[in-house]
């Protein structure tokens, strides 16, 4: 699996429709179609997405994110930059949890300062500007993979209802 792929599972959840199309999902995303078109077939054969392309495997992504997400893309705080807020910095952790650390995107057009996370997809801090669900998603992952034991268990639940309730 690459990063792109979770990226790719997430905007599909987040968009909650079958009827997607390759095309407009590469554009949103910032990905070229043969990356989508890549990514879809790793998917498939890791049982994350079924054959038909379109429906994701709630249940078995959940698991992975949970279980998985940390091993397989971890990820180290780094330096102070200006950036897009993300994990608990952001939506909808940063409701419940009260930091002065904040963790960011690098990002020039950013409008916080907090220490670096590399993003799952280069693209990323263009791709959630106009969705905000998948800002969400994303950022929740993201506490997940630099997160303490409390934003993770507080990420997790946000996720599932998410995920597998649709909220």
Do not use: C
């Not at 699996?1 to 995303?29: C, F, G, H, R, Y």
């Not at 495997?57 to 698991?63: E, K, Q, V």
């Amino acid at each position: 699996m690459k990063p792109q792929d979770v990226v790719l599972l997430l905007k599909i959840i987040a968009i909650n429709t079958e009827n997607w199309q390759q095309k407009p999902l590469a554009d949103e995303l910032k990905m070229s179609q043969s990356e989508v078109s890549q990514a879809l077939a790793r998917l498939k054969f890791a049982g994350l997405i079924l054959e038909n392309g379109k429906q994701v495997m709630r249940l078995a992504l959940m698991d992975f994110l949970q279980y998985g997400i940390s091993y397989v893309f971890p990820q180290k705080p780094g330096e102070i930059v200006r950036g897009i807020a993300t994990a608990h910095s952001a939506p909808p952790l940063n409701n419940k949890i009260i930091s002065t650390d904040h963790y960011v995107w690098p990002y020039a057009k950013g409008n916080i300062k907090g220490q670096a996370i590399i993003p799952l997809f280069k693209s990323l801090p263009q791709a959630i500007e106009k969705d905000e669900k998948f800002y969400q998603l994303i950022a929740l992952v993201d506490a997940l993979r630099v997160g303490r034991k409390r934003e993770k268990e507080m990420a997790i639940v946000a996720l599932k209802n998410l995920i597998l309730n649709g909220e």
